[in-house]
């Protein structure tokens, strides 16, 4: 049975967990046949997921593009929320939670001490829009990049006693390492509807803080680009311009814009963290517990 799983060219920590996880978790089942595919950690159930192969979904969410249609091969054993749920006509008691929470059953490495009241993970858009690491700087805050490696993440996010969130699988390890959690929301690309799907299996709102975005895409750009990028502003504002052409990205965020991102930054910090009750979380990681083992089992006896 072969791991599925959506793999960023830039890195993302909730994709990356599932070879870190499964693999530990499931490694006398996971292998290169592609008869069979583990659809595990992330927003993966759409039209992308391969016709052929017998689907085994284990925790997945649904979004990011039209629903997949439910056939004969797909093995549901758990998906991440009831709106996954109710968009694919699922029965509701398919419903656990995110699969990252089995990081709870694994040993994974975590620092000794905590160094930081809050820490601060933006998804990989943001990262790519704007230096928010100069920004936790000036707040004090740990900066963690969901493009790290998990294990590097895992020991960030445990140095913290709080964890700001734009990344949800930074909400979601938090959640499950017992590390309050705060969500906020720093661009417009926000998929708002898998965080209310995740949430949904916590009874819990999906309640972000809205943060001024921020822009200095071009930094990473030779001159050439840049110079183009300014003429095609140029061109918008006299209003030459075509809808077949590539726009170029906003302009760069000034400093106005950068003391009130960071001043909502650092007030989103004083709001009333979220954390799920433990008797939620256990309940969920033993239900995942019982489907791994029922796995390994029904794959023991073939």
């Known amino acids: 049975m072969k791991l599925y799983y959506f793999k960023d060219p830039y890195g ?29 950690i992330g927003t993966l159930l759409n039209h992308r997921l391969p016709a052929f192969p017998i689907k085994h979904v284990f925790g997945s969410g649904l979004g990011y593009g039209s629903p997949p249609q439910v056939n004969e091969k797909y093995i549901f054993h758990a998906v991440r929320g009831y709106e996954t749920a109710r968009v694919l006509s699922l029965p509701q008691d398919l419903v656990i939670t995110d699969a990252a929470v089995l990081i709870r059953t694994v040993d994974y490495p975590r620092a000794n001490n905590k160094s930081f009241r809050f820490g601060f993970m933006p998804t990989g858009q943001s990262i790519r829009n704007y230096d928010w690491e100069a920004i936790c700087r000036d707040l004090g805050f ?41 969500p906020v929301c720093c661009n417009d690309d926000i998929f708002d509807f898998k965080w209310r799907d995740w949430l949904s299996s916590l009874a819990l709102p999906y309640l972000p803080t809205r943060i001024t975005s921020l822009y200095d895409i071009e930094r990473n750009f030779d001159a050439k680009t840049r110079l183009k990028n300014s003429l095609k502003r140029s061109l918008q504002e006299c ?39 433990d008797a939620l979380i256990e309940s969920h990681t033993g239900r995942y517990v019982g489907l791994v083992e029922r796995l390994r089992s029904a794959r023991r006896t073939r």
């Open 12 to 40: 993302n920590f909730g994709d990356d967990l599932n070879p870190w996880l499964w693999k530990r978790l499931l490694p006398d089942i996971l292998d290169e046949s592609e008869d069979e595919i583990f659809v595990g």
């Open 239 to 277: 209003g030459i311009w075509s809808l077949r052409w590539t726009a170029p990205p906003p302009r760069n965020s000034g400093p106005a814009e950068r003391e009130r991102a960071t001043k909502e930054l650092g007030a989103a910090a004083l709001k009333s963290p979220f954390l799920s009750t």
């Open 142 to 182: 740990s900066y963690i990049s969901c493009q790290w490696n998990a294990e590097r993440i895992l020991v960030e996010i445990s140095r913290c006693d709080n964890l700001i969130c734009e990344a949800m699988h930074g909400a979601i390890v938090a959640d499950a390492m017992r590390i309050p959690w705060i």
